[in-house]
């Protein structure tokens, strides 16, 4: 599945999912468990931002927030946090909608 990312040291960037519900041990002494591994480019300073796709429907661009970007493991993968997995962790519904 193609995502794409925009963080604030590397702005645009765009790339595929390699794997999924990965854990990683994090720089913190703790585990994220069920992260998502994707291909695309990122830096220092990326922390945070968000991991989306974008498709085009009804005559306009519209997008589906997949998470947050975490980090790159020691191996090179870019980690993103899930969507499904932060609204768990915190027991609500994200709405992406923009709307009240």
Do not use: R
Not at 83 to 99: A, L, R
Request: aromatic share 14%; glycine share 16%.
């Amino acid at each position: 599945m193609p995502v794409e990312m925009t963080g604030q040291e590397t702005g645009y960037t765009n790339g595929y999912i390699t794997d999924l519900e990965q854990d990683v041990n994090s720089a913190f002494y703790t585990t994220l468990y069920d992260q998502t591994f994707a291909d695309y480019s990122s830096q220092g300073g990326d922390s945070g931002a968000p991991v989306y796709n974008k498709y085009y429907e009804g005559g306009g661009w519209n997008a589906n927030a997949l998470g947050i970007h975490v980090g790159t493991t020691g191996g090179g993968d870019k980690v993103f946090s899930p969507v499904n997995n932060i609204e768990d962790d915190f027991n609500k519904d994200i709405d992406f909608t923009g709307g009240g």
